[in-house]
């Protein structure tokens, strides 16, 4: 068995480590190290093997060794991302909203702009509906890419994200699942079920893992990547 990551060896490899080192997030960080200097081993030999013999199978060789150093990278990746949101939920970092009037769906953007004037560095801001529940929300990029000319006569119910695209969670969800479920620039709505609390978009979970681990905004990698 190759003991390299995902292979069943490499998991055997960070199984030992992770028992030595009595740390699953060290043991794979360890696993993943070997795996990559295994990886780059057989990438150089497959290609020595075609070069000096041009034989067929150097290059299968090397395209394993390639395939395998992508996949350590990547385990090495999601391991260090749970390790960081480990603990932290939607309710850490969200972006309050308890103190702005509601936006409903009528409104003109120019409208809800005058509303919420005391969040003007919201994400974006939820829709409630004439029953009082969430009925979409509106990210503010969605307002940045209309003409200014056009916030007096176009609706929030025209620009606003609803139904599939629309990601209501809970104050105690998981903050990486939540980190997940917005990737592509969507803003969920933060709700315990009765009031609208927050949003969260993925700058607001940059700045938490950054208050976290107490790393420079701008040495970040993006969420958006996990």
């Known amino acids: 068995l190759i003991p390299a990551l995902p292979l069943d060896g490499g ?9 030595r080192t009595d740390s699953f ?11 990559t ?23 299968w060789i090397a395209a394993i060794g390639l395939f395998l150093l992508q996949s350590a990278k990547a385990e090495n990746r999601a391991m260090i991302a749970q390790e960081a949101f480990k603990g ?14 509601a936006v409903r769906p009528e409104m003109t953007i120019a409208q809800m702009l005058r509303a919420t004037s005391g969040a003007s560095n919201a994400p974006g801001f939820p829709v409630v509906g004439g029953t009082g529940a969430v009925a979409g929300v509106v990210p503010m ?30 104050p105690g969800d998981d903050l990486l699942g939540v980190a997940r479920a917005i990737r592509g620039g969507r803003v969920a709505v933060v709700s315990n079920g009765v009031d609208v609390l927050g949003v969260v978009s993925l700058r607001e979970v940059s700045a938490a893992l950054d208050v976290r ?5 701008s040495t970040r990698q993006s969420p958006d990547t996990l």
């Open 141 to 170: 990029r969605a307002v940045g890419d209309l003409d200014r000319g056009a916030w007096e006569t176009t609706t929030v119910a025209e620009v606003m994200a609803c139904g599939a695209e629309l990601v209501v969670t809970a």
């Open 11 to 19: 998991r055997m490899l960070r199984a030992a480590l992770w028992g």
């Open 213 to 217: 681990t107490g790393a420079a905004p």
């Open 88 to 101: 932290l939920t939607a309710h850490d970092a969200m972006y309050r909203l308890t103190d702005i009037a």
């Open 37 to 59: 200097i295994l990886s780059g081993l057989m990438i150089a030999g497959g290609l020595w093997i075609w070069l000096a013999d041009e034989r067929f199978g150097g290059i």
């Open 25 to 35: 997030i060290r043991g794979t960080q360890i696993a993943g190290r070997i795996s």
